[in-house]
């Protein structure tokens, strides 16, 4: 299987080998969270063309459960520095083309707290039925064994009873209070963000995710991965157009590969999530490009290799399209 990449130390080890063959290409940032962990940016281009004359992208995953997104990333990342993919396939990029038309960062693990204290390098389905899947992400409800906790943008531990061990999507923002990095802007998910658009201002912000494909009833869809667009209303006009047709961009990627892509969705939350992604994204959402891959976990269906190639299909696409060479923009 290609090498999964998705834990704080392998990602480290490979940082280190990229810095020694990227050179100037390749800038590292980071930010230290609550629980002490650093939290890196990957920024690569050529710092020899100015910044007016590209594109920013900024790729990144909040969710410690969701660790194709990272193996993702660093198949990307690879492809970009050494030529060949985590497998050693050659790659199909422009990689000098790329690196001179794009500003490129990476923010591989959102949440290191999260990702350390999870159980499994990836879920492939094999130990975690679905609804101990969620018990792991949520944490167990003290008052209903074998349920989910609930799902909050930010909770103190003095005002709740929590989960015993806490579900590994939150992290501790301070002595008393855990986030879900994207539901608010205190995460180190977010302030990450915050600092490396202050330095490279992006156009366009592709986030990585993952879901088991099953309905209601923990019925299989059919389908393995999915483009989200942002909730209703959000986006302004000619930011919504751009956005429909990145997203079939990557849509027809995924199909062009033999994956099993559904058509983009528009984000279906209602209520009390969708308040936090509106006071979390609305104002980004009015200024630049962001939409959310979905891509298959946890199921035995499909090999794990689907999570990291997937993903890595979906960045390929963005980054393609951002040389003119989309597939409608051609
Ligand atoms: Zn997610």
Redesign the pocket.
Known sequence: MIPFIAKQDQLERKMAEWQRLAGPLLTTDAIRSYSGHPVYALTLTDPSVPRSDKKAVYVA???A??PG?TAGMADVIEQLIAGKDLAGKPTALDRERILANTVITFNPIGNPFGRENAPELYYDGTKYDPAAFRCLIFGEDPEQPGCQWKRVDVWDLRQEQAPDPVGI?YEPIDEFHYAEP?RTRLSSYFQLFAKMDAMHRYEYWL?????MFIDGNFEDTGYSCQIFLPIAGLEAEAIAAENEVWASDITEAWLARGFAAAAPHRSGYTGAQAEYFRNTFGDLHRRMHRI?T?VVTNRQKYPVEVQVKAQSAAIEATLMRLQGKGIHSA
């Open positions: 995953q909040p969710h459960h969701e997104t999507v994207n986030d990585l995710h993952q879901m959310t979905e």
